[in-house]
């Protein structure tokens, strides 16, 4: 297996190359979703993540901002010893869906030194689940998924083997003449 710099070098590039198909597998896989679809996952997430670190990487961290709910906001706040309010000043804003996320990237509680982070116990809950592939009904965060290939080298390896272990064969119609 490469090392995670490679893998981070290379994602993007894999990425491109494969997203028109990847939007396509999803596409079809919503059409003819398998019922054993999230045992798959689970599965294919476990076997990655036994290989993959996250602390090798930490690109999600240093590119992405995770959605925070109240309930993390109020938790990480009471973990700072801040007042809520002034938490929300200093570190966040809503984006253009109304969502509240960081004002900016790397995250403000990542450690670059060793890719941890300063807040790991209280996290947002986004980022506990990241990169969501083994998510209950997967079927309905696949554009979620999707962006996440472009960033989590570990996203990108777990749907390229949902294809291979799951293929989608298009059904030919023959024509009439």
Known sequence: ?????????????????????????????????????????QELHDAEFKKTDCLACGNCCKTTSPIFTEKDVERIAKHLRMKVAKFESQYLERDDDDFMVLKSAPCNFFDESDNSCFIYDVRPKACSEYPHTNRKKFIQITELTLANTEVCPAAHSIVEELKKKLPLVSKIKKRRS
Do not use: C, G, Q, W
């Open 1 to 41: 297996m490469k090392d995670m710099k490679t893998r981070l070098e290379e994602l993007p590039k894999l990425a491109e190359e494969t997203k028109k198909e990847t939007k396509k597998y999803f596409s079809n896989l919503k059409r003819r979703t398998p019922k054993n679809l999230d045992y798959v996952m």
